[in-house]
């Protein structure tokens, strides 16, 4: 079955919304293992590393699975996500983190799906309705009452991490946008996979000096385990799921579900530090909750029509 075919009708079935779930929980460890990598190693360091682990692993992938060099007409597409959800992605929300606080960069996350739905309805990806703009309001809404905007900091060196962290967030949401388009004509395996070869290139050459000095010996062993699951989960394993996943239903529907990632860490909270859960974090779960329903059933209720494709 060829792409078109597959993305003419999305229509998110379970394990669309099982892959996305997976996707954020593991997004939402990251923000917390990270932050513990970059007390040894420089942001470059870890980007560049993640880039020359998961690169060569989706290609692999991609030329088993699918046995398709994309064309010549495909590679600036290709090389346009790889600057948007690769290097530019990767790059400034490892800066962003180290300069700002966790809990900063976890309230300013939820701009990606407004970020994500205003670029698909300008763009003509997507149509605006009532119930798809309710459900990203209350996504929104409710990672925004679990994380309390109140505690954000705003100091001279935390505010260029801030601006950082929401500079990725719209790169990110462009990148899902462009990354929608390309796959009516592209299997998964392969734009993900050459998205990180053109970004990875990038992402290698301004972190080469870093990784050429990495003090192998005086690095502790549990950051080596950290950093290894960064590159295996987080990175290649999340990338390919959530390609998988946008390719079955829309970028604004992907997008909303990183508004979990408050929720995904107040479960590894809970679980690993004893952290109870009150009745922000309730709430906010409750209005997360309805808010994926209603994009989610916006998604399907576009399934029914023809998707545009001009």
Request: positive net charge.
């Amino acid at each position: 079955m060829c792409p078109e075919q597959d993305l003419a009708r999305p229509d998110p079935g379970w394990r669309v919304h099982a892959g996305l779930l997976f996707v954020q929980l593991n997004f939402g460890a990251f923000h917390v293992s990270a932050k513990a990598v970059l007390a040894h190693m420089h942001p470059l360091t870890v980007a560049g590393l993640r880039v020359l682990v998961a690169t060569p692993i989706l290609l692999l992938l991609a030329w088993r699975h699918d046995r398709l060099i994309p064309s010549r007409r495909d590679l600036p597409w290709l090389a346009l996500l790889g600057l948007l959800g690769v290097f530019a992605n990767q790059l400034l929300f490892i800066f962003g983190l180290r300069w700002t606080t966790a809990t900063n960069a976890a309230i300013l996350m939820p701009s990606i799906p407004v970020f994500a739905a205003a670029i698909a309805i300008v763009g003509g990806i997507e149509r605006a309705n009532p119930r798809k703009l309710a459900g990203i309001v209350l996504a929104v809404a409710g990672a925004l009452v679990m994380l309390d905007p109140g505690r954000i900091e705003l100091g001279s060196r935390t505010l260029a991490g801030n601006a950082m962290i929401l500079a990725n967030c719209l790169s990110y949401a462009t990148f899902l946008v462009v990354m929608r388009r390309l796959l009516h004509r592209l299997p998964v395996t392969t734009v993900i996979a050459w998205a990180f070869l053109f970004g990875g290139l990038g992402v290698t050459a301004v972190s080469a000096s870093h990784l050429a000095a990495i003090p192998f010996a005086s690095v502790p062993a549990f950051v080596w385990i950290l950093m290894a699951y960064i590159v295996l989960v987080p990175t290649a394993l999340n990338y390919l799921i959530n390609t998988w996943a946008l390719a079955r239903s829309t970028p604004t529907l992907v997008a909303a579900y990183t508004t979990l990632q408050p929720l995904a860490a107040g479960i590894l909270a809970a679980i690993f530090l004893g952290e109870r859960a009150g009745w922000p974090q309730v709430t906010g779960a409750l209005l997360i909750a309805a808010g994926l329903w209603q994009v989610s059933a916006s998604a399907a209720d576009r399934a029914q029509r023809p998707v545009s494709t001009h």
